[in-house]
């Protein structure tokens, strides 16, 4: 029997859809920085449809990491190289904390355009815009946080992430 050995195609699209790890804390907070703008822009712009490329892209982050992430290869492919700054950090709480925002975009694109609750959608893009703070300006990470709290009381298995284990990690 011939051994099934993985095509090129297949590496190309497990390189694509796939999460880095570690990742450069840097880059995710100017990612978060772009979230945090292009929301107030949202909010104080009315400009609504703009939810659905929010929403895309953390849908994009949660699946590739930056790789079709418009906000996600800006922060690489320009905003950290020009800086030159890296700060490795682990990749599957940054996932999460994409999860989560994607959570509230979808939570925004269901209040107003499915309910028409169009000022509760506002409510939750305003959350979005704190916590997207927070990690861009504050670099506290909430989801980042949350993670680690969830793998504590056993509910992401320690494997997923040995390092996320101790809720005072830190890069030495």
């Known amino acids: 029997m011939e051994k099934n050995t993985p095509s090129p195609r297949s590496g ?25 703008i292009l929301t107030v822009a949202i909010i104080i712009l009315d400009i609504q449809w703009l939810l659905y490329f929010l929403a895309y892209g953390f849908l994009a982050r949660v699946l590739t990491g930056p790789s079709l992430s418009p906000f996600g290869l800006i922060a690489t492919r ?15 709480p940054k996932r999460f904390a994409q999860a989560v925002g994607l959570v509230f975009a979808l939570s925004a694109i269901a209040l107003h355009y499915i309910l028409g609750m169009t000022a509760e959608a506002e409510i939750v893009l305003a959350v979005l815009v704190f916590f997207a703070g927070l990690e861009s300006i504050v670099g506290f990470c909430t989801g980042c946080f949350v993670f680690g709290y969830l793998m ?11 390092k996320c284990n101790n809720l005072n990690f830190s890069q030495g």
């Open 12 to 36: 190309v699209l497990s390189e694509i859809f796939s999460f880095p790890h570690p990742v450069n804390e840097y880059a995710a907070r100017a990612v978060a920085f772009m979230v945090m």
């Open 78 to 92: 320009i905003v950290i190289p020009l800086l030159g700054v890296n700060k490795p950090v682990s990749g599957p």
């Open 152 to 162: 504590k009381f056993g509910l992401i298995p320690a494997d997923v992430c040995e």
